[in-house]
């Protein structure tokens, strides 16, 4: 397990076809932050299953790039979209952008898995069941999730993402 193998994982999940779609609109009206919530299920798909306290290791480690890197760069690529002039701009934006989800998925791993080896850290392993309960279950842990919020939204997620594997 390495934040190399899950970075791989996710660009292929984002990439299947109505995956993105659902992502996309919780993100943009449920503040998902789609990253975690692949890294969530792609922790499911290893049979690991996480706490409330493996999601607040995470949270400290990113809150700070998410907000001062992360969201403002997608804000500005969002407001130049439809103006001809700013599209090369834009697309330096994108490139960026995917660059600083990169290290979100570096810091994610450091804040989750540093300092523990996955057979006995906090995120830990579960015997062999489905991964489609794993997955719901630890993206259950994530706020736009959390309390039983947006449930119908999160089994949708998990059978697109099921539906790939």
């Known amino acids: 397990m390495t934040v190399d193998a899950f970075w791989d994982w996710a660009v292929a999940c984002y990439r299947r076809a109505g995956v993105q779609q659902h992502l996309l609109l919780l993100q943009d009206t449920q503040d998902l932050v789609i990253l975690e919530a692949l890294f969530a299920c792609w922790l499911a798909s290893h049979d690991r299953q996480w706490q409330l306290d493996d999601v607040r290791a995470m ?27 700013l599209s090369d701009s834009r697309q330096h934006l994108l490139a960026l952008e995917v660059t600083a989800e990169r290290h979100l998925a570096e810091l ?17 392993p579960v015997e ?11 993206l259950s842990l994530l706020p736009t999730f959390f309390d039983g919020k947006c449930a119908s939204e999160r089994l949708q997620l998990v059978a697109l993402l099921e539906k790939g594997t």
């Open 59 to 85: 949270a400290v480690s990113t809150r700070t790039w998410i907000d001062e890197v992360v969201l403002p760069l997608r804000a500005t690529r969002t407001r130049w979209t439809g103006d001809a002039d």
């Open 108 to 124: 994610m791993w450091l804040g989750v898995m540093k300092d523990r080896s996955p057979s006995k850290g906090v995120v830990s």
């Open 128 to 138: 062999k069941g489905t991964s489609s309960t794993l997955m719901s279950s630890n």
